[in-house]
Every structure is written in structure tokens, then in C-alpha cells.
């Protein structure tokens, strides 16, 4: 398994917290071990969610800083063109484009902290959903 889809609980996580199986995970796409999918859409979302002022607060960085971050993560992605979509699939519409990265870009997993609410619509797809602590296990 190497090509995952990070829900953006997993890139918030792992900004807020160092020791977070979160940021093991970035620690991991960053040499290269998971290649991350990613459409423009939840990228942006990514974006959106990290220049919020209360996680900018939370997280301790300035614009500048996050945009560095997220240029770092944007060079270790694999882009997928949405050429599907299956809506809805979910409770949550804005968690369809993380599901749909996963399906179109044919994901080993789709990595995140919410498993529940992507269980039922990953099974119709025979889509792997795992917490990021769970993906760290199997490397062992």
C-alpha cells in the first residue's frame, strides 16, 4: 500500500500536534513512503481549513508558514482528475470530495480520524478506511 487520500482531520491533526499519529503520517509522505491523491478541490479545502484564524492560532503559524507547508505536502501529491462523482455517499457533503479522490484515484486507503462516517460508502467501493494510527501499524 502506498497511495492514500489524507481526510483534512488527519493534515489539521498533525499540524496541532507533533506526537500525533497524524504527523507520523506527513513524517512518512515526506520521504516518500505514501503518496498522497489529491484533487484540487480538497486540496484547497486543506487550505481553506489551515488559514482559519482559530487554527492558525492553534497551530502557532503565520500565512507565510502554512503556504510553505502546504507547497511541501503539494510536491509529495499525486493529482486525480474527478472523472466520477456518486452523490451523496455521505452524511457530510463536504467529506464527498475526500471519498471521490479516493475512488477516482483508485486509493490503497483512505486515511482518516472520522472513520465512521466514511464506513458504509468505502465498503460499496472496496475502499480500505484506516486511522492514521492504523496505517503506521501496518508498516510494522
Known amino acids: 500500500m502506498n497511495r492514500i487520500v489524507l481526510d483534512t482531520s488527519v493534515v489539521v491533526t498533525a499540524l496541532r500536534s507533533i506526537s500525533s499519529a497524524g504527523n507520523a503520517v506527513l513524517r512518512q509522505v515526506a520521504i516518500g513512503r505514501w503518496v ?33 507547508f502546504l507547497a511541501a ?3 509529495s501529491c499525486e493529482p486525480v482528475d474527478v472523472h466520477f462523482q456518486w452523490r451523496p455517499q455521505l452524511r457530510d457533503a463536504k467529506d464527498e470530495m475526500v471519498l471521490e479522490t479516493a475512488v477516482n484515484g483508485r486509493a490503497d486507503a483512505l486515511v482518516t480520524y472520522n472513520v465512521k462516517d466514511f464506513a458504509a460508502a468505502a465498503k460499496r467501493f472496496g475502499l480500505r478506511v484506516l486511522r492514521p494510527g492504523e496505517l503506521l501499524l501496518e508498516m510494522l
Open 73 to 75: 505536502l503539494a510536491s
Open 36 to 68: 498522497p491523491l489529491i484533487t484540487s478541490a480538497l486540496f484547497l479545502e486543506y487550505e481553506d481549513v489551515l488559514k482559519r484564524p482559530e487554527q492558525r492560532l492553534a497551530v502557532n503559524l503565520r500565512l507565510e508558514e502554512i503556504d510553505q
